[in-house]
């Protein structure tokens, strides 16, 4: 009777010790909720005083000072 409790205790550690294993890839990292841009939605670099390159620069997008 002792070696049946003892193999169940077993089971039930090596049980409990997986089922965190398994939802382990299902949770996901909540980020920064979204911000409405408005009508700033279409600006690539939006800027409030200056605005400087140092290179090549290729923008997708409107470019406002």
């Given at each position: 009777?002792?070696?049946?409790?003892?193999?169940?205790?077993?089971g039930l550690l090596v049980l409990g010790?997986?089922?965190?294993?398994?939802?382990?890839?299902?949770?996901?990292?909540?980020?920064?909720?979204?911000?409405?841009?408005?009508?700033?939605?279409?600006?690539?670099?939006?800027?409030?005083?200056?605005?400087?390159?140092?290179?090549?620069?290729?923008?997708?997008?409107?470019?406002?000072?």
């Amino acid at each position: 009777m002792k070696r049946l409790k003892n193999r169940a205790a077993f089971g039930l550690l090596v049980l409990g010790s997986l089922i965190p294993l398994t939802f382990a890839g299902s949770i996901v990292a909540a980020g920064p909720p979204a911000v409405d841009l408005g009508t700033a939605d279409s600006y690539a670099v939006l800027a409030g005083d200056a605005i400087r390159n140092t290179g090549a620069t290729t923008l997708h997008g409107d470019l406002g000072l």
